[in-house]
Structures are given as C-alpha cells and as structure tokens.
C-alpha cells in the first residue's frame, strides 16, 4: 500500500499554499508515496479578508480533524502571528481534542513549515512552537536539519526556512516564494516522505 502523506496548511496570500505545492511535488517524487494537499477551515468572515485584499481560496478541499488519521505523515504549514502560528491553524489544533483522547496520531511523523513577514518575524519560533501541539499528540516531530545542503548556508540572497524546515519571507505581501524557497520546499517533502515511508514500512 502507498505511503499517505497530508500537507495539511492554511493561506491568507497564498505564499504558504505556494510551498505546499513545491511540498507536494517533493514527496511525489518518491516512489510509493501518495501526497494530498488540505486547507484548514477560514474563521475570518469574506468582508475582513475583503479588507485585507486576501486572494480567494483555491479549490484545496478543507479537512476536517477526523480525516488527520488517514495519513502515514503530516506536514502542517501556516504563516506566523507575533511568532507563533496564525490563529486558523490553531483554532483547527484546538479542534482536535477527540484524536487528543484516542491518541490516534501518536507515532505518526510531523513535519513544519511557514512564512513571516520579516527576517525577525518567526522563522524558529514559529516552528519551536508548534512542536508542543506534536507532543501533546505524540507525534514524531521530523526537522529537515541541513540536509538541504549548500542551500542551507547561503548568506548572499534572502532565505526564508531553517533546519525546522521550508519557509519563506512574504514581506508586505508583495515579494513571493524564491527559487531557492521553493527548492528547499520540493527538498523538504521528499525527505520527509522518505522518512514517512520508512516508518510505516517498519510498522
């Protein structure tokens, strides 16, 4: 059977729904591994993201938390709010108390990734914490580390990610995914879902 990997995300501009794209395309690339892309529930009304000039959402279907179960691996995406996760990924996490209880995700494999507005706007704290909502679910959480290679020491460009993993810089909205973003981002679904297929594989 193939290896289910979810890229579980949400998007207010479309920066984060962009390297879930480059995810999806990365853990695609390996064999026996079958990726789904899901967007989290909006709690914002159409009028305030009117005011905000967010693009509408894409046709992504919205996944509900009983669904998190039928993955081997879960890659979870968000932009960050004062450093930490925005508000409609955590609300979609609070919602999760029923799989809390069963412990149904526990010993799946977790993956972060995320997007801040600037080069001190979160990009390890956003990740950092967000692990506890992996623990209290006792997920398995699996950084990218610096497997990324060269990439991850350039110095010369604005590089959004870390060894948490793929990340991007959406400034004021307007500066969109690099090139070596989206690379780290392709680089960061198949190592992740290699690493889900050798999990499952020893299951």
């Not at 853990?27 to 909006?42: H, M």
């Not at 979609?92 to 995320?114: H, N, V």
């Not at 290679?149 to 959406?170: D, Q, W």
């Not at 307007?174 to 889900?196: N, T, V, W």
């Amino acid at each position: 059977m193939a290896t289910k990997v979810y890229i579980v995300y949400y998007s207010t501009y479309g920066h984060i729904e962009k390297l879930a794209e480059q995810i999806k395309k990365g853990a695609e690339s390996v064999e026996g591994v079958e990726a789904k892309l899901w967007q989290v529930p909006e709690t914002l009304s159409d009028e305030v993201l009117g005011k905000l000039g967010a693009p509408p959402k894409s046709d992504v279907p919205v996944i509900t938390p009983r669904e998190l179960a039928g993955a081997d691996g879960l890659l979870f995406g968000f932009p960050t709010r004062y450093g930490t996760m925005a508000a409609q990924f955590k609300a979609f996490i609070d919602s999760t108390g029923s799989q809390w209880r069963t412990q149904e995700l526990a010993g799946k494999p977790a993956g972060l990734f995320y997007s801040t507005g600037s080069q001190g706007g979160g990009q390890e704290t956003t990740p950092l914490t967000a692990i506890t909502q992996l623990v209290h679910h006792g997920m398995i959480f699996v950084p990218i580390g610096y497997t990324f290679g060269a990439g991850m020491f350039e110095m010369e460009k604005v590089r959004g990610g870390s060894p948490y993993g793929a990340g991007t810089y959406a400034g004021d909205g307007s500066r969109q995914p690099s090139e070596l973003e989206l690379d780290l981002a392709f680089h960061q679904g198949k190592y992740f879902a290699g690493i889900s297929k050798k999990l499952k594989g020893t299951a």
